[in-house]
């Protein structure tokens, strides 16, 4: 157990919609990154947060932002969900450039 | 193409057999991170390695960074089921980076 939560576990949706996926991070962690796992594949960086700001954006479009609360936690939104958009979402603790500690995930699915 | 390699994309031991699972970067290893994932699942960190030559142990698990720190190995003595599920390696490839690119993963099976 990592001490990092994420909710829900699983989500349906459909195309055009909108999601917001929740990370607690573990205690004492001051930054949350946020990841995308394609079936068959490894973790693609969305992008990360430190200290309520974003530090960091991977290859993914505007659609997806996030945001970090004062406690740390994280939400990841997505929006006008497309069906590629159906995969893994993790999220990741880590005291800034030390090892990340990953959450459960979140599953979504998009029709 | 992925940054990084990771090899083979697949594995069935029978229990008790030793194993070793490569992966390979292009690019300096600033840091290497061995992760554990069962299907469907959050990953669970291994072992991080740094220095080139590094080599680090975890019960029966032994993960090294060769000294050109562009290959890293992860080593499993006396197999057991319980090894079983998908092995990722990590890397920053950027120094001082805190993204981390990931390979495809290893599907390890180990046979009773």
């Known amino acids: 157990e990592t001490g990092v939560t994420q909710s829900p576990t699983h989500l349906i949706k459909t195309r055009g919609q909108q999601v917001t996926l929740r990370c607690s991070s573990q205690s004492g962690h001051n930054t949350v990154s946020w990841y995308q796992q394609a079936l068959g594949q490894g973790p693609q960086f969305i992008f990360q947060?430190?200290?309520?700001?974003?530090?960091g954006r991977g290859n993914f479009p505007p659609r997806f932002s996030g945001l970090q609360f004062p406690n740390y936690s994280s939400e990841l939104n997505v929006n006008a969900l497309e069906l590629d958009d159906s995969a893994l979402y993790l999220c990741?603790?880590?005291?800034?450039?030390?090892?990340?500690?990953f959450g459960p995930g979140t599953r979504l699915t998009v029709l | 193409s992925q940054e990084l390699e990771q090899s083979p994309q697949s594995l069935i031991v029978q229990e008790g057999k030793n194993l070793t699972i490569n992966c390979t970067s292009s690019?300096?290893?600033?840091?290497l991170y061995w992760y554990k994932q069962k299907y469907g699942e959050g990953l669970i960190f291994l072992m991080m390695l740094q220095k080139g030559g590094e080599e680090k142990s975890h019960e029966k698990i032994t993960a090294k960074l060769d000294e050109k720190k562009q290959q890293s190995s992860l080593h499993i003595t006396a197999s057991q089921p319980s090894h079983a599920g998908i092995y990722l390696c990590?890397?920053?490839?950027?120094?001082?980076?805190?993204?981390?690119?990931f390979g495809k993963g290893t599907k390890l099976t180990v046979n009773p």
């Open positions: 990741a603790s880590s005291l800034t450039g030390l090892t990340q500690y």
């Open positions: 690019k300096t290893l600033y840091g």
């Open positions: 947060y430190y200290r309520e700001e974003e530090n």
């Open positions: 990590g890397a920053d490839i950027k120094g001082g980076s805190e993204k981390l690119v």
